[in-house]
């Protein structure tokens, strides 16, 4: 069934109280009028089903939004627990990015590549903006590409003829 205003995901929450998907679609309906609201509606669907990484990473989201940076890093951090995949994983390394957290940032950065059989250009564009980034603060030599900094696209590279070029 779909729904498409908050009145028809409540309504189908008062029938079915335990199904996760409806807490999390009523915290995506109503995120524009208030993420308290949001919030409780994104924990009460991790309870029903914690491991669901997209609630953990919607949930992150808003506690991010709200300046609860410990939070945040706890949920992506489950998100990527709970799913092995490239998007938990890659949200992970932009929380690290926005946070200024270039070790980590990197970390998840590699790990969401090894995800990947060719790199995506949201992941060459991203790192290539933090090795901007650090050279800027730092004297420090630094890798000539970013590639350098992630192994898994180093070997890509070589076998694939992709991601050859430093930032674009």
């Known amino acids: 069934m779909r729904f498409e205003t908050v009145p028809e995901i409540e309504a189908a929450i008062k029938l079915i109280p335990d199904q996760a998907e409806y807490y999390t679609l009523l915290a995506i309906l109503t995120s524009n009028t208030g993420d308290s609201r949001a919030i409780t509606a994104l924990q009460r669907a991790a309870v029903l089903n914690p491991s669901n990484a997209r609630t953990w990473i919607e949930l992150a989201l808003r506690y991010e939004a709200r300046g609860e940076n410990k939070l945040a890093e706890e949920s ?23 946070q200024g957290n270039t070790q980590e940032f990197w970390r998840w950065a590699n790990s969401a590549a090894e995800m990947l059989y060719a790199p995506l250009p949201a992941l060459r564009k991203s790192c290539g903006r933090r090795e901007s ?34 930032r674009d």
């Open 76 to 98: 992506f951090r489950r998100a990527a627990s709970e799913d092995k995949q490239y998007l938990p994983r890659w949200t992970l390394a932009n929380f690290y990015f926005r």
């Open 133 to 166: 980034d650090q050279s800027a603060q730092s004297a420090v030599a630094r890798p000539a590409s970013w590639i350098s900094r992630l192994p898994v696209l180093r070997r890509s590279s070589k076998s694939h003829g992709r991601c050859a070029r430093t």
